[in-house]
């Protein structure tokens, strides 16, 4: 079954066969939150009354249950809580979770354990106890410092709050990361500028910076606000990227910025194409198994999902990837990093040889947005200015 409009070519002839299993992570979805945001296409859900936290604590721990067999004696490294908004959750809420992880996986002794969260009052008075239950590693849905801009975007809280709650965090945690966004409704590049100065002053060890883009199904789709024009949208980005190397940030991948050593162990693992099982409603997983690999939806639905684990039958769908899809979604990720990735990578993470992407690579470097050196694969400049452009290159039209 295919997921993709557009086809690699030349890979009927391969089989499947893993030798060794690819890195595993865990994704958690916690899906409720305040006010749903005017461009985030999340499955989040507003929350209307009081949140059923144990009943969906219980669901998790039972959707994990479910899930072992698929997984069994395969080591975690990596959890990712993310939403929607987890900080709606208490910190009881999840140590109960990371607890009953600890239980049932062998969660590496090392392990990176993200929480989203945002920079609301009530979510920042909750840090200590979230590093308390064993998370150590915040991100933090900064977006703007600018409180006209935040008002634009839908956000709960203000330039002053998110200042305040970068302040509680770093009292507790020495990894974190801030979410913030540019080409943003009338900003300028010296307000731009002035939102990653402000994010610099208090040295986070992460910074992802996503350009505002209109995501089909959302009310910036159907109300677009009056955005930056291309020019000055890309003028920001240009100038936000030399503003973070001039500071010491590796920029690693397309909207992604660290302290050396700090980058996104768990993103990181996404985009190498590694494993990962995602628990909670609308959660996503890739598994990989000696002579397959499987992509799993959990229903989306808060409700729904709940009904659903009840009966033991979380999944909403479930089905294997074909090797035309296997070589592109690899592609698709690994592109995004910025030193691209080793040869050898591909043929261990997708059990195919690099051979079968020999006349799309060719293309790729003839047009110049490719480059091959020393064993490894990698977008140019022009590659990562025009990532889908590169893409397209590993495609062929669907027979």
């Known amino acids: 079954m295919s997921t993709h409009p557009l086809q690699p070519v030349g890979l009927k002839s391969q089989s499947v066969n893993f030798h060794t299993l690819p890195p595993l992570s865990l994704y958690i979805h916690i899906p409720w939150c305040v006010r ?4 985030c296409d999340f499955n989040s859900h507003e929350a209307r009354s009081t949140l059923p936290e144990q009943d969906y604590v219980a669901a998790l721990v039972r959707d994990l249950e479910l899930a072992l067999p698929q997984i069994w004696g395969r080591k975690v490294y990596t959890v990712f809580i993310g939403g929607g908004t987890p900080s709606l959750f208490s910190a009881q809420a999840l140590e109960q979770i990371l607890a009953s992880i600890r239980m049932l996986l062998p969660l590496d002794v090392n392990a990176e354990i993200t929480l989203e969260a945002n920079p609301g009052t009530v979510e920042a008075e909750r840090f200590a106890g979230y590093r308390a239950a064993g998370v ?9 410092f600018n409180d006209a801009h935040l008002k634009a975007l839908g956000r709960i809280h203000d330039g002053t709050e998110a ?7 770093q009292q507790h945690f020495d990894n974190i990361n801030l979410d913030l966004m540019y080409a943003l409704p009338q900003q300028t590049l010296a307000q731009a500028e002035q939102d990653v100065r402000t994010a610099l002053a208090f040295s986070p060890q992460h910074l992802s910076c996503y350009h505002l883009t209109l995501e089909p199904n ?3 789709a159907h109300q677009p606000p009056p955005l930056p024009d291309d020019d000055a949208s890309h003028a920001m980005q240009q100038h936000i990227e030399q503003l ?5 940030y590796r920029h690693y991948e397309t909207s992604a910025f660290a302290q050396p050593k700090k980058q996104s162990r768990h993103n990181l693992n996404y985009w190498q194409f590694g494993d990962y099982l995602g628990i909670g409603a609308g959660a996503h997983s890739k598994l990989s198994f000696p002579d397959k ?3 799993q939806m959990r229903h989306k639905q808060p409700q729904a999902y709940l009904d659903a684990v009840a009966k033991g039958t979380p999944l909403q769908s479930e089905h294997a990837l074909d090797k035309n899809d ?11 990093l910025n030193e691209g990735f080793d040869e050898a990578l591909f043929q261990e993470r997708t059990s195919l040889p690099l051979l079968v992407l020999r006349h799309e690579l060719e293309q790729a470097g003839q047009r110049g947005l490719l480059r091959r050196e ?9 590659g990562q200015r025009f990532l889908n452009d590169l893409l397209q290159t590993f495609l062929a039209a669907e027979d």
């Open 244 to 248: 973070l190397a001039a500071n010491g």
């Open 136 to 144: 150590n590693r915040l991100s933090l849905g900064i977006q703007s």
């Open 326 to 336: 296997l070589a592109f979604e690899f592609m698709m990720n690994a592109l995004r």
């Open 293 to 295: 690999v499987i992509r």
């Open 163 to 169: 200042r305040r709650a970068i302040d509680i965090a």
């Open 218 to 220: 959302t009310l910036f």
């Open 374 to 382: 020393q064993g490894r694969i990698a977008p140019t400049e022009l």
């Open 36 to 39: 749903k945001c005017p461009y």
